[in-house]
């Protein structure tokens, strides 16, 4: 699996989705507890520091630009369209993001396209990140017990192929997101719930 960050057709923190503000941030981080892991299939992690390294001055600028359609990953997708009615899918979004402290990045190389067809800036700026992220991977084979914790904003994650197994003794990995919820709506939450945020 290609790098992504997690939740990826959800505003980052601080910004709202240009269609429903009821919309609430993807994680800050995501969190994997491993509970089994019997071929030692590592998980990926892509920092970006040494991504944008490797990036041309010009790409980082076109990344910046709102010229990319999100779509919503495959774990999302059924919840989406049960909540929202359809699939939550982004329009003139950006990926990278010129924050205080940095860059900030969103991206997912199977939800990612440019919004217009052609071989354009915008399109090679994308290539360009995809080809950067297979170039600064960082293999963690995670055995039961272990904890990985990954910046959702300045680091993109994967795993390389995991094969055909479920349940029995198959690789097993607890996925937990966390996210600053000070500055949230309520109207990003559930109001029946203390931890569910919207959607
Ligand atoms: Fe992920």
């Known amino acids: 699996m290609s790098g992504h960050t997690d939740g990826v057709s959800f505003p980052v923190r601080g910004h709202l989705d240009p269609e429903d503000s009821r919309i609430a941030p993807s994680p800050d981080f995501v969190c994997l ?3 089994r892991n019997p071929n030692a299939v590592p998980t990926t992690v ?3 520091d040494a991504i944008l390294n490797q990036l041309d001055p010009l790409h980082i600028q076109e990344l910046q630009k709102p010229q990319y359609i999100l779509q919503s990953q495959l774990t999302f997708r059924d919840g989406m369209e049960e909540i929202l009615g359809q699939e939550l899918l982004v329009d003139d979004a950006q990926l990278l993001f010129r924050m205080q402290s940095g860059f900030w990045v969103r991206y997912s190389h199977s939800s990612t396209q440019p919004a217009d067809a052609g071989e354009t800036p915008a399109k090679q700026a994308m290539h360009a990140l ?5 170039n600064c991977v960082i293999p963690v084979a995670l055995v039961p017990g272990d904890i990985a914790i990954v910046n959702n904003r300045i680091a993109l994650h994967g795993r390389t192929k995991i094969g055909e197994g479920h349940g029995g003794e198959s690789r097993w990995m607890l996925r937990t997101y966390g996210l600053d919820t000070s500055e949230l709506d309520e109207s990003q939450r559930h109001p029946d719930s203390t931890f569910m945020l919207f959607p």
């Open 33 to 35: 507890s491993a509970l």
């Open 46 to 48: 892509m920092p970006l």
């Open 130 to 134: 995809a080809q950067a992220c297979l």
